[in-house]
């Protein structure tokens, strides 16, 4: 798989489409890296351009710092991304990710007026809901450690390789403060549809805490669970991908009729 790096050091496009009538922004949870987007390009529609959010601290970005705080890194991600929002757009996240996808979104619509065609939350709970585990980001190296283990997203391999762990766990530490000290701002629904998706036995979020990202939309909401733990993107990850194709489908189907529509208008 070939990637490529646009001149904006926050995006990597799997597959590039000038053509697209819509873009896809992916974003990955805590130390994930944008390339487990790499073959999402084949499972979607066509006219979907997959965008894969390089956050700093990895891949050609790991020398910068990690982000700690949310507000910070929605204000670079809204400046930085704003060239590309000369298209309809749609948004999914996992985990961190979706709690960054859900900010991104709710400033894009403050800053610019642009409302996302659909915003696809995995794997997180709600934004008014905290974490029911204590914070984890300051736990001594043994425990924190055994923490990252316990979440089930690392490879063995990198797990048990010191120099691997000495780069991913600062980043970890980093991108947990930053969920762990997000503090939830009342607002506006956002008028886009919210598709969420949760793992069967993910320990950490539960399908109540999913169902509460419905008050977030005054436009149209589904929660659908999948086989696996919070990982589920991994494991899982034809039936999620075939999910969102199908929605995506249902996104362009309506912006082709409302672009008719337009057009036809005197």
């Not at 757009?89 to 979104?105: N, V």
């Not at 805490?209 to 929660?223: D, I, K, P, V």
């Amino acid at each position: 798989m070939k990637y490529k790096s646009t001149a904006n050091r926050w995006l990597i496009l799997p597959k590039p489409n000038p053509t697209a009538a819509m873009r896809l922004f992916c974003l990955p949870y805590a130390g994930g890296s944008p390339l487990i987007f790499g073959n999402w390009p084949s499972a979607l529609p066509e006219n979907v351009e997959v965008c894969a959010i390089q956050l700093p601290g990895r891949g050609m970005r790991l020398s910068e710092p990690p982000f700690t705080r949310l507000e910070p890194l929605i204000e670079s991600l809204t400046a930085r991304l704003e060239p590309f929002l000369d298209k309809p757009f749609a948004l999914f996240g996992h985990s961190m990710g979706g709690l960054i996808g859900f900010e991104f979104t709710r400033a894009l619509r403050r800053r610019f007026g642009l409302d996302a065609l659909g915003l696809f939350i995995s794997g997180r709970q709600a934004p008014p809901i905290p974490d029911r585990t204590p914070a984890r980001y300051d736990l001594p190296e043994p425990e924190f450690t055994e923490e990252i283990r316990r979440l089930n997203g690392t490879p063995p391999e990198i797990l048990a390789h010191p120099e691997l762990m000495r780069l991913l766990v600062p980043l970890l530490r980093a991108e947990f403060e930053l969920c762990q000290t997000y503090v939830y701002e009342p607002g506006q629904p956002l008028d886009c549809p919210i598709s969420v998706f949760g793992g069967v036995k993910d320990d950490d979020v539960s399908y109540e805490e999913l169902e509460g990202w419905r008050s977030q939309t005054t436009g149209a909401f589904s929660l659908r669970m999948v086989p696996g733990d919070h990982f589920f993107i991994q494991t899982s990850q034809a039936q999620l991908l075939a999910m969102i194709s199908e929605d995506l489908k249902q996104q362009l189907k309506k912006l082709h009729e409302s672009e008719y529509v337009r057009q036809a208008t005197p």
